[in-house]
């Protein structure tokens, strides 16, 4: 399957087609790029943008203690300590009557100084500051097939509970009334979007996956006027960014990962004028 993919990409225009770092880079973006496109959705709606980022960041921890806890590979560490932090959070959300940008902000000070805190003793931060940026480049085959599984999960969650979290998220009230388990979908959206984000953070980077949450679901909301017009603008701008920023990275000779932010972002403030020009 991999082998029509290469051929396939042999027939786009330009030399970066040539090598096959670009082509398994390609193939990631459009693996990737849609879970991230539907979690976004909800992210913005309901308004855990600040969630995600924490989410990121809590990699430096899991790393962290991978390391503490001898691994070899202290990466699998990653989703493992997100998925703590979002029960801990989801959970803290409806114990404490602290506002929830409040808790979600002791969090991610917490979270974000100890990762640094571990991570520095004894000079060794640098062997773990290529999970800052990411490295698209560098992804291989078996990867890309665990990007595959995680697109499927994702299909298959959106599928059993996306009307739920809708309803959850405009009206947790009503959501109650009518029979749903509010705090299970919360706890559950919680744990996925944790998943997926610290299974993406290697390729994406830790300062920039929330990034790729937001922008592509922020813009499409700038123009759609349905729930499934929004879906389908976010899965097609996500798409048009990673694909324009991994081709313009490799003419500009830059990070990938950052570049593909910067073309969602002109996306997005693009939407945003097109909406101020639109008739009332």
Same mark, same amino acid.
């Given at each position: 399957?991999? #082998?029509?993919?290469?051929?396939?990409? #042999?027939?786009?225009?330009? #030399?970066?087609?040539?090598?096959?770092?670009?082509?398994?880079?390609?193939?990631?973006?459009?693996?990737?790029? @849609?879970?991230?496109?539907?979690?976004?959705?909800? /992210?913005? $709606?309901?308004?855990?943008?600040? !969630?995600?980022?924490?989410?990121?960041?809590?990699?430096?921890?899991?790393?962290?203690?991978?390391?503490?806890?001898?691994?070899?590979?202290?990466?699998?560490?990653?989703?493992?300590?997100?998925?703590? &932090?979002?029960?801990?959070?989801?959970? &803290?959300?409806?114990?404490?009557?602290?506002? *929830?940008? *409040?808790?979600?902000?002791?969090?991610?000070?917490?979270?974000?100084?100890?990762?640094?805190?571990?991570?520095?003793?004894?000079?060794?931060?640098?062997?773990?500051?290529?999970?800052?940026?990411? #490295?698209?480049?560098?992804?291989?085959?078996?990867?890309?097939?665990?990007?595959?599984?995680? &697109? /499927?999960?994702?299909?298959?969650?959106?599928?059993?509970? !996306?009307?739920?979290?809708?309803?959850?998220?405009? $009206? @947790?009230? &009503?959501?109650?009334?009518?029979?749903?388990?509010?705090?299970?979908?919360?706890?559950?959206?919680?744990?996925?979007?944790?998943?997926?984000?610290?299974?993406?953070?290697?390729?994406?980077?830790?300062?920039?996956?929330?990034?790729?949450?937001?922008? @592509?679901?922020?813009?499409?909301?700038?123009?759609?006027?349905?729930?499934?017009?929004?879906?389908?603008?976010?899965?097609?701008?996500?798409?048009?960014?990673?694909?324009?920023?991994?081709?313009?990275?490799?003419?500009?000779?830059?990070?990938?990962?950052? *570049?593909?932010?910067?073309?969602?972002?002109?996306?997005?403030?693009? *939407?945003?004028?097109?909406?101020?020009?639109?008739?009332?």
């Amino acid at each position: 399957m991999l #082998d029509l993919w290469y051929s396939l990409v #042999d027939l786009f225009p330009g #030399d970066w087609t040539r090598f096959l770092f670009m082509k398994q880079a390609l193939l990631a973006i459009l693996l990737v790029m @849609p879970p991230l496109s539907l979690l976004g959705v909800l /992210v913005v $709606n309901h308004r855990m943008a600040f !969630f995600s980022d924490v989410i990121g960041h809590s990699a430096l921890t899991g790393l962290a203690l991978g390391a503490l806890c001898g691994m070899a590979d202290p990466s699998p560490a990653m989703p493992l300590f997100a998925a703590a &932090l979002a029960v801990l959070v989801t959970l &803290l959300k409806h114990y404490t009557r602290a506002s *929830t940008d *409040t808790v979600i902000g002791v969090i991610f000070a917490l979270v974000i100084s100890l990762g640094v805190v571990l991570l520095s003793r004894g000079g060794g931060f640098s062997r773990y500051t290529p999970f800052l940026i990411g #490295d698209l480049l560098s992804i291989q085959e078996r990867e890309i097939m665990l990007l595959l599984v995680v &697109l /499927v999960g994702v299909l298959i969650f959106w599928l059993l509970f !996306f009307n739920g979290l809708l309803l959850v998220s405009v $009206n @947790p009230t &009503l959501a109650r009334s009518r029979g749903k388990q509010v705090r299970m979908l919360e706890l559950t959206f919680a744990l996925l979007l944790a998943l997926v984000v610290t299974v993406s953070i290697q390729w994406v980077g830790i300062l920039i996956i929330s990034s790729l949450l937001v922008l @592509p679901a922020a813009a499409a909301r700038n123009l759609a006027s349905s729930m499934r017009q929004y879906h389908v603008l976010s899965l097609i701008i996500a798409i048009i960014s990673g694909i324009s920023g991994l081709i313009i990275s490799y003419y500009w000779g830059t990070a990938s990962g950052a *570049t593909i932010v910067l073309c969602a972002a002109l996306i997005f403030f693009l *939407t945003v004028l097109g909406r101020q020009m639109r008739p009332n």
